[in-house]
């Protein structure tokens, strides 16, 4: 990735210089779509908006390089009509994402189980630190790197390791045929499918399982690939396929957090992410909670509760060997300025400090947002 020298770019880097010397917290915000990820985030704006654009893109070579304050949407249309896309669907949350907040949350959509997360796709980076020094790392192939990928480190760090400025992804082809299969069954059941369907040869893409209103659950499942596999795929495991363009549509609310299950959420409750072993069973939940919208053929589990149960799911979640966050807190001050993560591990915490004290001396890049005092 070769080096910028535009005035955006240099007025960036002097931001961030002065506010080190002066030891003003800055708050990077893209779009402000996700705003709510995270601790409260604090400090003067730094908004990325100016600093747009794709700088390069070789659809043979199957990657582009853009620029962080690129509209999300503006990048997937340029790939879509080369027939190519972001495999791992990040989600938008709204139309203003951009491509700097899909790499800073590190979120990724409905596919994510199947063909990897962001950070997979992350080929190189370039980022001003908190000395407001301009800094590239990796570039624009798979196999460039000796040593720690610093350019994948990026991925879901929050900004509070450095301001990225510009990203070499990798992108796939749109897969030839696409099929939605729906299911009638239970939490288990639909967790004992998936885990059988896992160990045979089938394009599993995406998943997902909700408790429907009516008392019965379905479980949706997405398969992606060529003609003659996702025909085969359909006639194996049964089940109603969906017609027409009824599936895209579906998808992208699940991507989005537009289905009924999560626009429907009670304002006084919080939104939890409980991420697990895809093999792990039904999760003893509090009593009162409603079953988890289920995603990632059983590793991600969503659950709708309030925030005085938030122990009792991390003890849920860590008794099937995994975690919870909260990820979307409910409408109370209390609650807004809670931890919404775990605490780290004493090893992986020294790690952490170790990083920002690395990249970020001052302590003014997105502070607290990621993990507490950094």
């Not at 304002?267 to 003893?284: G, M, Y």
């Not at 009792?312 to 919870?324: K, N, T």
Request: charged share 20%.
């Amino acid at each position: 990735m070769r080096p910028m020298h535009d005035a955006v770019l240099l007025q960036l880097i002097d931001t961030v210089r002065a506010a080190a010397g002066r030891g003003t917290p800055l708050r990077i915000r893209g779009g402000g779509t996700k705003d709510f990820l995270g601790q409260l985030p604090v400090g003067e704006l730094l908004h990325m908006g100016a600093l747009a654009g794709i700088v390069s893109y070789e659809p043979s070579e199957l990657v582009v390089t853009v620029r962080a304050g690129t509209p999300l949407s503006e990048l997937e249309a340029t790939l879509a009509a080369q027939g190519q896309c972001l495999a791992f669907e990040p989600p938008r949350f709204g139309a203003d994402g951009t491509v700097g907040g899909m790499v800073a949350s590190g979120l990724s959509g409905p596919a994510r189980a199947s063909v990897g997360a962001v950070r997979d796709y992350v080929l190189g980076v370039t980022l001003v630190n908190g000395r407001g020094e301009l800094l590239t790392f990796g570039g624009q192939v798979m196999k460039n790197v000796a040593g720690y990928d610093l350019s994948r480190l990026m991925a879901g760090a929050m900004g509070t390791l450095g301001v990225v400025v510009e990203v070499s992804l990798k992108v796939l082809p749109v897969a030839p045929a696409e099929a939605t299969l729906r299911f009638e069954a239970s939490q288990a059941e639909a967790l004992r499918r998936l885990a059988a369907w896992g160990g045979q040869p089938l394009p599993l893409n995406a998943s997902y399982w909700v408790d429907e209103p009516a008392g019965h659950g379905t479980l949706s499942v997405r398969l992606r690939g060529a003609v003659a596999a996702v025909d085969a795929a359909c006639r194996t495991m049964g089940g109603e396929r969906q017609p027409g363009n009824a599936p895209s549509v579906d998808w992208s609310a699940c991507r989005d957090q537009r289905m009924p299950w999560f626009t429907g959420r009670d304002p006084t409750l919080s939104l939890w992410r409980l991420s697990v072993p895809k093999t792990a069973p039904v999760l003893e939940l509090p009593p009162g909670v409603a079953p988890p919208l289920v995603e990632w053929h059983g590793a991600q589990r969503w659950v709708i509760a309030a925030a005085a149960h938030g122990q009792a799911l991390r003890r849920a979640a860590a008794a099937a060997g995994g975690s919870a966050s909260l990820f979307i807190a409910e409408n109370d001050l209390s609650v807004l300025a809670m931890s919404r993560f775990e605490p780290l591990k004493p090893p992986l915490d020294r790690i952490h400090r170790r990083l920002k004290a690395e990249f970020d001396p001052a302590g003014i890049l997105n502070p607290g947002r990621l993990v507490a005092g950094l």
